[in-house]
């Protein structure tokens, strides 16, 4: 799949929950591989904050830092619809410490994505693929969020309080594509007795009851009612019962589980990639939330290019013959098996390592090794597949490779290893020549990665 962007600008206006300011936030459209940008327009001479880069407070809804100190907060609702929406790369001007709260959901900006309009990008996603379970817990409050591999992304989110209105409740996203019309609308949610806490720090300044679902779990005066409807600047009511005490009523029976899954999204959606696993959160929060998008950047970081998914038991795009009739290269030279993946800007090939390959007669008989030079030869063919694949009647062409820079060999490689070989296109292709960054896989190991300069000559 390609990455996407916005196809036209918009805006949107509301109240800010901390601060209860008018606020405006304008998102734009953002050149490939550029992420989520976020600028403070109301600061002079703000540079462009990188909403991945940057790091995620524990203590407050989704909040980007930058030199210590906070730069823009409540962003997981706005985070969530362009994450569901598959748009890699926005650029979102704001004129102030945070965004608009709305009407405490995604909505608004999942409907503007929709009306804007999504426009498809030269580039590859590039998804973080789950290959085996990460989990985080945190004993005191009972959490816990473990992410499992699967084919595609999903989640599910369960809920519980000690509460009799807000018991147990369970929700789930099974494709990013129902976001819209399942997650979306789903308001946040507050407890009565949490107001004047949340108050004292500065948080709900902006809320009301119709931004927010406020649940009256445990009787208590009216009188006691009216006094924090007044520190919140809002008219009194009177509730006779316990209950939901909104202007209007839930959108789905479990909207607060529902709520709550649209904040994993937003939070996730600031680790920089689009994710493909099965997440299972329980009793999620923001704390926790941004402690698991912390841990899945560590991941990345460790390792920013995966190995390629290899399925042996799939039909290759390129066999033995086909390379053969594309590569000049024979016995014992020929060094690449097949091809299992081909993009516009990438390639996947495979070479199975025997210990009949005759270079293991002198390098080394007692402990065969395969010479890294020709690890960096079969890189360099796989990386000549990609290149005449470019051209229109590639067999009428042949590539010679003019430069091979950064070579870094970080495990040998023995009979009865697979290599899988990963290489993709640095720039465009100008006056016949490529610029590629390649990596050599063995399992989940990377076991050499170069740079290579290609040139495509016509065949005489």
Do not use: W
């Amino acid at each position: 799949m390609k990455q996407k962007t916005l196809q036209n600008s918009f805006s949107v206006s509301g109240k800010g929950l901390h601060t209860g300011l008018e606020i405006t936030a304008t998102f734009l459209p953002a050149p490939e591989n550029s992420g989520y940008k976020i600028q403070r327009i109301d600061l002079p001479n703000e540079p462009i904050i990188d909403a991945v880069a940057e790091n995620v407070v524990e203590t407050s809804r989704g909040t980007v830092i930058a030199n210590g100190e906070v730069k823009v907060s409540t962003i997981e609702h706005a985070m969530a619809a362009l994450y569901c929406a598959e748009i890699d790369n926005c650029l979102i001007q704001v004129n102030a410490p945070e965004l608009p709260i709305l009407d405490g959901s995604a909505q608004y900006y999942a409907d503007a994505i929709e009306q804007c309009g999504i426009v498809e990008q030269k580039a590859e996603k590039d998804y973080f693929i789950i290959k085996h379970k990460i989990e985080i817990t945190d004993e005191e409050s009972g959490s816990s969020i473990v992410v499992l591999p699967d084919d595609s992304f999903s989640i599910n989110t369960m809920i519980s309080y000690d509460s009799p209105i807000l018991t147990n409740q369970f929700a789930s996203l099974d494709q990013l594509s129902d976001f819209k019309n399942q997650i979306a609308a789903s308001r946040t949610f507050v407890f009565v007795r949490e107001v004047e806490p949340l108050l004292k720090n500065n948080l709900i300044k902006g809320g009301d009851l119709d931004n927010a679902i406020v649940i009256y779990d445990r009787k208590t005066s009216q009188e006691e009612l009216d006094r924090l409807a007044d520190l919140t600047g809002i008219p009194h009511k009177s509730v006779d019962q316990l209950g939901y005490i909104n202007n209007k009523p839930l959108v789905f029976p479990n909207e607060p589980a529902r709520h709550k899954l649209l904040d994993i999204l937003g939070d996730i959606a600031l680790v920089g990639r689009p994710i493909k696993g099965r997440i299972i959160a329980t009793r999620p929060g923001h704390t926790i939330n941004n402690k698991f998008a912390r841990m899945l950047r560590k991941a990345i970081r460790r390792q920013d290019m995966q190995a390629p998914e290899y399925d042996p038991n799939k039909v290759p795009l390129m066999d033995t013959n086909r390379i053969r009739a594309l590569l000049p290269h024979r016995y014992p030279f020929l060094l690449v098996d097949k091809v299992i993946d081909l993009g516009v800007r990438h390639i996947v090939g495979v070479k199975n390592v025997s210990g009949n390959e005759p270079f293991f007669q002198g390098h080394f008989p007692t402990e065969p090794v395969m010479p890294g030079v020709l690890i960096v030869e079969a890189m360099a063919q796989t990386g000549g597949l990609l290149v005449l694949n470019t051209v229109e009647e590639p067999e009428r062409y042949s590539t010679y490779f003019m430069k091979i820079d950064n070579v870094k060999f970080r495990q040998k490689v023995v009979p009865g290893d697979t290599l899988i070989f990963h290489l993709s296109l640095v720039g465009e292709i100008r006056r016949g020549c490529a610029y590629m960054k390649g990596y050599a896989f063995v399992g989940e190991k990377i076991v050499t990665e170069a740079e290579f300069m290609a040139q495509i000559i016509k065949n005489k």
